[in-house]
């Protein structure tokens, strides 16, 4: 499997992820290592096989549309890195 | 005897006729992990005022819990740099489950559970009992290590590919990965969705049994979870296996599997055979392609679990950014580990438009295959015998540099979850150099009486915990 | 080559928030605005081991909305994660529907000035809403508030059927129209309940191939609809006619500066990632659910407009606006109830009570009165107790006080005179002191009868019966 250095560069802006430059050179190597691996799954015949969608293919699973606050909500802020007035500080968006 | 070589069985009964209370276990289990910590370092973060807690409810019962579970009364950082301080505002489903148990602390494992040693762990390693040069599995390691050096009772861990029965055949314990949808997920970390469970690590079968009663059962607030009856499962324990059919799927003892491993468990089929069940070998030959496909659907899924750890809300944050894209991108790069990033980088490229279809969507359809081929054995077979693990526990350092020599760990365990089937490990032997060999059975969804009772069958028949105990080896 | 050369091809993506009590996968209120992170919980801020379940609402009320708008229903569908990074989202994916929408292949029919139209609906599906972000509040920085990340959505697309932006402002309130009458939505859009996403390209007449086509997010008004397609029509033909090609982007309308400004992130093309939600179960809909959604659904816009001009032998022109709200149409099928004279309640709403509310600049869903008073009003109107100018002050006090009419009349002493002895007496008084008036009718003059009725009403301010004084004035004229 040929992985390129842009690709797992490319992979990583997708996952909003920083990656050194060491870090780049080996996930490349590890990605062709592992690529190459999982690309047997190529060589199994499959036709005529549904994908599997879900684990345990259970239907409708709902829930009835009643009001239910959760209680400790200071609890809900509580991990915050930086907060104000109740709400999560993050740098200037616009 | 100390009270912490007993099982809970065990100490339910001495606390049932008041030969003891909560307290004397506490006190107990504290001394040991006093003792035996520093040479283990099973836990991320040790209980406090256990014994004002332990004098409120007399009838207490300690637990260990994976670091992945989400507790209100202890941190919970999936023993990662990124949750190092997380206090979760709310309990999970099984800790509220678990009523009538003291939290002794919370156990170490790879980081996000993404691993199999527990080697990469943020915070420091975990050392197998039985030798403490070897590791001790992962990623519940901190689980099978506390266990099984009598630092707890019994512990909760979590299994996505082989992570509570792999680390419990390195340390020579009792672990059960229970059918998908048998245990709620609400409040375990997710690593990934589709294949996570939470189960029981013992010391023996009839511990795994009670603590399964305990946290089994239909939830409202995991859509995977499945309404079944409630049972006992302690209720089908017994030794009587006569005409059980047990498949050994050929694929499991070939290339790979350590010979002193295979031999071990071609002497579990024998005592099986001698106590009366009926044992065949068989074929399921998409095992094969079990591994790939779980690497791709788990790590797709955990690039997308792993995406809400930005810096806002909780968990650690970068201290410079300038703007929202550096708050994120550094925050992850300094937080997340490399097992963590690597598996990021690899679920994002399996789900990438172009690579979808050649990665996630083909794997899916293995996955059907998968299923299938185990459904068409369990119309055979009621239950199937194989390794838990090729290896057993191996050197520390020897495998966390490849990480694909890493995933091989988990080839006998990993279908199991692609198929969301139930399996059991229960150690066996010890090889030559005194490290403990552990079996795996099978069964069909939601068949964990059988495979309970099967197991139980077995420990009485060899005795595995009478015979042998860790030794801690230098 | 000139604007008239050019044909407008639009699309919508109109999203709009439906009126369930709770969010989509957890039990926290939707109620808009609140204390910041109030109506929330650890699912909704989406705190480390929290899953989803599907509030069922959600999926009864995408069903409705899947009806009304003549689609088909699938049989089965499920969720998908589209994952992406912005603060208003929590888990990092939006947990919506990719390739197996709930609803598929519907329409919905318009009037334009040409005449009726239909415009083709590719899908509906159920999604989450996001978060909000507040700015500079607080001075130094974005601040992330929760409340409204969990709240469902229903997505609908349309086909590119719309012709310009005089039909998708129709077709916008025809969409908004439909979702109130079957009551999934309440489709505020100064709260952001309903939003759509315009697509427009242009291409020129004759031409059967589609031009590249831009799209702009989150439109909350009509006028900023219209506002943002009049700019993007000209922007884009302006470029083709320079010899220019346009390039498909995502675009977002500055209502201040009257400009479309480019939104795209010039580092990566957007890829979602899409993939089944493993968190959540699969959706089965079968055929008995859907019959039983359609045996309770309110009845449409289009068979109550029907049913107003065969039934009630109304104009087309009143049955269309009275039923282009379910506003104005529960109000007067509410009046009739207690008033049967259709063309009277239909002329009071279409000329006083709209003109009133165009006058305050409140909506129809902001009536501070019941169809009921209206009924009222209308029947004492109708016994003679008041006469219509009347009616049209006691209209004025129901819009500012909501009180009932009767209590109106009562307070201000507005009960019509229909005392023969009363009228008798002011006829004569008005008689006396214009005599001019009285030769004037016996010379022809018709318009003479007029003026006296006017001074008549003039001295009982409005209270007397016009039609008693009418004939009272011709008979005591014939005497003379």
């Known amino acids: 499997m040929n992985v390129s250095r842009e690709e797992i560069i490319h992979m990583a802006n997708l996952a909003d992820l920083n990656l050194s430059e060491e870090e780049i050179q080996k996930y490349t190597k590890d990605m062709e290592d592992i690529l190459a691996f999982a690309n047997e799954i190529n060589k199994v015949n499959t036709d005529n096989l549904d994908e599997s969608i879900t684990a345990n293919e259970r239907y409708n699973i709902l829930r009835k549309d009643e009001v239910k606050e959760f209680e400790d909500k200071d609890a809900l802020l509580q991990n915050a890195p930086s907060q104000k007035n109740g709400m999560f500080h993050i740098p200037k968006m616009i | 005897m100390e009270l912490y070589e007993l099982t809970v069985h065990e100490l339910n009964e001495k606390l049932e006729k008041k030969e003891i209370t909560s307290i004397d276990i506490i006190e107990n289990y504290l001394k040991r992990i006093e003792e035996k910590e520093k040479d283990v370092q099973a836990f991320v973060t040790i209980g406090e005022k256990l014994i004002e807690k332990a004098k409120q409810n007399p009838k207490a019962i300690p637990i260990g819990i994976k670091d992945n579970i989400c507790t209100k009364e202890m941190k919970t950082t999936c023993s990662s740099k990124m949750l190092e301080n997380f206090v979760s505002p709310y309990n999970a489903t099984v800790i509220e489950k678990i009523e009538n148990s003291l939290i002794l602390g919370k156990l170490n494992m790879d980081e996000f559970a993404m691993g199999a040693s527990t080697e990469y762990s943020a915070f420091h390693k975990t050392y197998n009992p039985w030798n403490i040069n070897k590791v001790p599995g992962g990623s519940s390691g901190g689980s099978a290590a506390a266990v099984a050096a009598n630092m707890v009772p019994w512990a909760l861990g979590s299994d996505t590919g082989g992570s509570i029965r792999q680390p419990a055949s390195f340390c020579g314990v009792v672990g059960l990965k229970p059918t998908y949808g048998l245990v709620s997920r609400y409040g375990l970390v997710a690593f990934a969705s589709s294949l996570d469970q939470i189960g029981p690590i013992t010391k023996d079968v009839t511990d795994c049994a009670l603590l399964l009663n305990y946290i089994a059962g239909y939830d409202p607030k995991d859509s995977t979870s499945v309404k079944t009856d409630k049972k006992d499962y302690t209720k089908a324990l017994s030794n009587n296996i006569k005409g059980l059919k047990i498949g050994l799927p050929k694929e499991y003892y070939g290339e790979g599997i350590n010979p002193e491993v295979k031999e071990a468990i071609l002497r579990v089929a024998k005592q099986y055979e001698q106590m009366g069940a009926i044992i065949e070998e068989c074929s399921i030959s998409a095992n094969n392609n079990a591994l790939a496909t779980y690497y791709i659907i788990a790590c797709a899924e955990a690039s997308s679990n792993l995406g809400r750890f930005d810096g806002i809300r909780y968990g650690y944050q970068a201290k410079k950014y300038n703007s929202i894209k550096e708050l994120y991108r550094k925050t992850k790069k300094e937080g997340f580990g490399p097992e963590a990033k690597r598996r990021i980088i690899l679920g994002t490229y399996v789900l990438s438009s172009g690579y979808y279809d050649a990665y996630y969507k083909k794997a899916q359809k293995v996955r059907t295959l998968v299923k299938q081929e185990f459904k068409k054995l369990f119309t055979k077979y009621d239950v199937l015998l194989t390794p838990t693990s090729p290896t057993v526990a191996f050197d520390i350092g020897t495998r966390s540099k490849n990480p694909l020599e890493m995933y091989l760990a988990d080839i006998c365990t990993v279908s199991v979850n692609i198929a969301g089937l139930p399996a059991i490990s229960i150690p066996c032997n010890l090889d030559k150099t005194g490290m403990p060999i552990g079996f795996q059975l099978i069964g069909n969804h939601f068949t964990e009486e059988l495979l309970l009772k099967t197991a139980y069958a077995y420990e009485q028949e060899e005795k595995f915990r009478e015979k042998h105990k860790p030794e801690f080896k230098k | ?480």
């Open chain 3, 1 to 480: 080559m000139a604007k008239e050369d050019y044909e407008v091809v639009m699309g919508l993506e109109i999203h709009a928030e439906l009126s369930t009590k709770t969010k989509i996968f957890c039990s926290c209120p939707t109620d808009f605005g609140g204390e910041p992170n109030t109506h929330c919980c650890p699912v909704c801020m989406a705190m480390p081991g929290t899953l989803p379940v599907l509030n069922e609402k959600v999926v009864e009320y995408a069903v409705k909305a899947g009806i009304a708008m003549n689609c088909d229903i699938a049989e089965n569908s499920k969720n998908d994660r589209k994952n992406y990074f912005y603060p208003d989202l929590p888990k990092s994916y939006q947990i919506s529907q990719f390739d197996m929408p709930l609803c598929k292949n519907g329409y919905i029919e318009i009037e334009t000035k040409d005449g009726k139209k239909k415009i083709g609906i590719t899908r509906i599906h159920f999604e989450e809403d996001a978060g909000k972000l507040n700015h500079d509040e607080y001075g130094g920085g974005s601040f992330v508030d929760l409340n409204r990340a969990g709240v469902p959505l229903i997505e609908i697309v349309s086909e590119p059927d719309i012709r310009g932006a005089e039909e998708a402002d129709i077709y916008l309130k025809k969409v908004k129209s439909i979702l109130e009458y079957i009551e999934v939505s309440d489709c505020k859009m100064q709260e952001g309940s309903l939003r759509a996403d315009v697509n427009v390209s242009v291409r020129k007449k004759g031409d059967n191939k589609l031009g590249t086509r831009t799209e702009m997010k989150n439109m909350n008004s009509f006028r900023a609809i219209q506002n943002a397609v009049a700019y993007e029509v000209k922007r884009q033909i302006d470029i083709l006619e320079s010899g220019g090609k346009v390039e498909q982007e995502t675009l977002r309308w500055d209502e201040l500066q009257g400009e479309t400004i480019s939104m795209r992130d010039k580092e990566d093309a957007q890829d979602y990632r899409y993939f089944p939600e493993p968190d959540l179960a699969l959706i089965h809909i079968s055929k008995e659910y859907v019959e039983e959604i359609k045996r309770n659904m309110p009845e449409l816009p289009e068979s109550r407009k029907n049913r107003y001009i065969s039934y009630y032998n109304l104009p087309e022109y009143d049955a269309n606006i009275l039923t282009s709200t379910k506003y104005f149409s529960n109000l007067f099928e509410g009046a009739l109830e207690v008033c049967n004279n259709p063309k009277a309640v239909s002329n009071w709403i279409m000329s006083d009570i709209i003109g009133i509310l165009n006058e305050k600049e409140i909506n129809a869903d902001k009536i501070p009165f019941t169809a009921k008073d209206l009924g009222e009003l209308i029947c004492l109107i109708d016994k003679g107790t008041i006469s219509t100018s009347i009616a049209k002050k006691v209209l004025l006090e129901m819009f500012d006080t909501s009180e009932k009419p009767n209590k109106i009349i009562e307070k201000n002493g507005w009960v019509q005179i229909s005392d023969e002895g009363a009228i008798i007496e002011v006829v004569n008084k008005i008689l006396a002191a214009n005599p001019q008036s009285i030769s004037d009718y016996k010379a022809g003059k018709d318009r003479a009868l007029g003026f006296l009725i006017g001074q008549a009403m003039k001295e009982t301010k409005g209270k007397a019966n016009p039609g008693m004084l009418n004939k009272m004035f011709l008979e005591e004229l014939n005497k003379q």
